[in-house]
């Protein structure tokens, strides 16, 4: 061997040999009391650390000689790090005659084979044995109707969703022990198990309520092209004391006095001015106990207090029989929206008064900018100006222009090109901003007191840091829980910057796991570091053997409208490098997890984690040198 070609092996051993050390130091600064770890995790603890060490350098140069060496370029060993850089330390002792690492001070380590293994038990451990055929499970977020509705929830079992997210932030306990009682039911049906798992709400911040619109209804008839009428309106009267939900779908819904009502009959015509001054009439076409349906074939606009007048026979009609009048009962405000345009100013308040739009004088000048409120008034000693803002998850951004006690100013900077509508209870995100918030709500505590006794697992929203996992286990010990699954959503820049101190305690529970809730990241580190993002996420988790729910958007096209788009495919065959793929609710939600299945079926014999799996290529078979081109 040249003596250039030993210089840099040499090289090479006292740069792995660097990384080794710093890799033994973090670990005994990290681990100083093992017993903060559960037992069945102090391996990959260590083995987290070993790989914290090794990313907090740029090894890119080191791995390109090593791979022209024809050893490992440590770019896939996450589960093992410091058995692969032994492994890779060996060769280049006996490559230059020297010793190699010695090994006493850090046993036991992972071994590859160990590291998948462990990581195999924990996905176990926490969300059940994976179904045949298939590592990867499916988590299904339950829509409210399954409460009630047995055969969705049997449908969703025999088609392979293998645990059932119920989100706390919606419904109450009666609908959360229906959907419980369907899927055990359903278990006992197709004898396919399934884990339950609910998630806390956490605090959310969010836009205050908006001052309703006017309090008119529209009803209009269906035409054509050329203007003609398809069908009629169908306008449904029901009465004001005791009104009824429509039997089918209807046009309009009008609440009138109940005696006026009673004296309906087919063929009635009901004639009215409505509120533009228009003359209109619609038809009654039947009655039934509940109210009555009626037929118009021009466009009207109702308000409270309309006169109606209903003629039995217009050609014939007297005082007494055949004319009666009323008046529309109430009507619903129009829920009202803010229109938000780049360069307009948004003020958000402490009180949550019904926010306004802009208001501008006959000029077009603005005399009041759109002002909403807020729901936690935290924000308001939290945020500084200059900090970026967004709203309904990153359809409208802004940046911080002003800060007072009750009222903060942002100004437009990210809207739709012809302005987009911010309504009530949409999403606000800060991610520049440190919110002095505690991690669990009143409703959340309330809501645990259920959880531990109907679930398998607690899904944890808005963690933060590890001071917010020990609220959590502390809350699960007081309630005789300590023991339950966790899911740790990631789903701001602060937890995802804390990755590493949040798993460390969170490795205390025995059951843990990670979901990447991607909607919620892209606003807070940017849409364009996303992928770099989940990438990171899914590293950390495979160094510290723990499972990650891949969540948000998938397959969601096919699930709300029943068609997939080809990106939401290939987005949905990505999860296969995670433990579990979480689709959210639509009314297509059984064929997404059938297809989904199907994908993941697929993908499995291809794909696991970062490595390709090289299974027979039917391009390659059927391929032949002797073919004519």
């Known amino acids: 061997m040249r003596n250039g070609d030993l210089t840099r092996l040499h090289d090479l051993i006292q740069q792995l040999d660097l990384l080794r050390a710093e890799m033994l130091n973090l670990e005994a600064e990290g681990l100083t009391d093992e017993s903060d770890v559960h037992p069945e995790h102090r391996a990959s603890a260590r083995n987290l650390l070993h790989y914290l060490a090794l990313r907090r350098h740029d090894i890119r140069e080191m791995q390109e000689q090593l791979a022209a060496l024809g050893l490992s370029s440590l770019g896939r060993t996450e589960s093992h790090v410091i058995t692969a850089l032994h492994s890779v330390m060996d060769v280049l002792a006996q490559l230059t005659g020297t010793e190699g690492p010695v090994r006493e001070l850090i046993e036991p380590t992972v071994a590859p084979i160990q590291g998948q293994k462990l990581l195999e038990r924990n996905t176990d451990a926490l969300l059940g044995g994976a179904p045949a055929g298939r590592k990867v499970r499916i988590m299904v977020t339950m829509p409210s109707e399954a409460g009630a509705d047995y055969e969705l929830v049997r449908d969703l079992v025999l088609n392979g969703m293998?645990?059932?997210?119920?989100?706390?932030?919606?419904?109450?306990?009666?609908?959360?022990?229906?959907?419980?009682?369907?899927?055990?039911?359903?278990?006992?049906?197709?004898?396919?198990?399934?884990?339950?798992?609910?998630?806390?709400?956490?605090?959310?911040?969010?836009?205050?309520?908006?001052?309703?619109?006017?309090?008119?209804?529209?009803?209009?008839?269906?035409?054509?092209?050329?203007?003609?009428v398809e069908s009629p309106a169908r306008i449904w009267l029901t009465p004001e004391s005791k009104p009824e939900a429509s039997p089918s779908v209807a046009t309009a819904a009008i609440l009138v006095p109940g005696d006026w009502l009673s004296r309906l009959a087919p063929g009635t015509r009901i004639r009215f001015t409505d509120t533009r001054g228009a003359r209109r009439f619609m038809t009654v076409t039947t009655v039934s106990s509940d109210g009555c349906w009626a037929e118009a074939s021009r466009t009207a606009y109702l308000a409270p207090d309309v006169v109606l007048e209903a003629v039995a026979d217009e050609g014939h009609a007297d005082e007494t029989d055949s004319v009666r009048f009323s008046r529309v009962g109430p009507v619903p405000s129009a829920v009202q929206t803010i229109r938000l345009k780049k360069g307009d100013i948004l003020v958000l308040t402490r009180s949550l008064e019904p926010g306004q739009p802009a208001k501008y004088d006959d000029k077009k000048q603005l005399v009041s900018p759109a002002h909403i409120g807020v729901t936690l008034s935290e924000f308001f000693d939290s945020v500084r100006p200059g900090e970026p803002i967004w709203f309904d998850d990153g359809k409208i951004g802004g940046i911080i222009a002003a800060v007072a006690h009750d009222r903060v100013e942002v100004e437009i900077t990210s809207a739709a090109a012809a302005?987009?509508?911010?309504?009530?209870?949409?999403?606000?995100?800060?991610?520049?901003?440190?919110?002095?918030?505690?991690?669990?709500t009143a409703n959340d505590l309330k809501a645990l007191e259920f959880i531990v006794q109907h679930a398998d697992i607690v899904g944890y929203s808005f963690v933060r840091s590890e001071s917010d996992i020990r609220d959590l286990q502390?809350?699960?010990?007081?309630?005789?829980?300590?023991?339950?699954?966790?899911?740790?959503?990631?789903?701001?820049?602060?937890?995802?910057?804390?990755?590493?101190?949040?798993?460390?305690?969170?490795?205390?529970?025995?059951?843990?796991?990670?979901?990447?809730?991607r909607g919620d990241l892209a606003i807070e580190c940017g849409y364009q570091r996303l992928a770099e993002v989940q990438e990171e996420i899914l590293w950390i988790c495979e160094a510290a053997h723990l499972p990650v729910i891949w969540a948000t958007q998938v397959l969601e096209s096919l699930a709300k409208a029943g068609i997939p788009s080809r990106s939401e495919i290939t987005d949905a065959a990505m999860g296969e490098r995670a433990e579990c793929v979480m689709l959210n609710k639509g009314p297509y939600i059984v064929d997404a997890v059938r297809i989904l299945d199907d994908i993941l079926h697929r993908m499995q014999s291809h794909q696991e984690k970062k490595r390709s799996m090289l299974r027979k290529l039917r391009l390659a078979s059927a391929f032949s040198a002797s073919q004519p081109r």
């Open 419 to 440: 302005g987009a509508e911010l309504g009530a209870e949409k999403g606000i995100n800060v991610p520049d901003s440190h919110l002095r918030l505690g991690s669990l």
């Open 474 to 517: 502390a809350q699960l010990e007081k309630l005789g829980a300590g023991e339950m699954g966790i899911i740790l959503k990631i789903e701001t820049r602060q937890g995802f910057a804390n990755l590493p101190r949040i798993l460390l305690a969170a490795m205390r529970n025995r059951r843990v796991g990670v979901m990447i809730a």
């Open 162 to 228: 293998n645990c059932m997210r119920i989100n706390c932030a919606h419904d109450g306990p009666e609908a959360w022990s229906g959907m419980i009682r369907n899927l055990r039911r359903a278990e006992q049906e197709t004898g396919n198990k399934c884990m339950v798992s609910m998630d806390v709400a956490g605090p959310k911040l969010r836009t205050g309520p908006i001052e309703g619109g006017p309090a008119v209804v529209k009803y209009r008839p269906k035409r054509d092209s050329y203007g003609r």
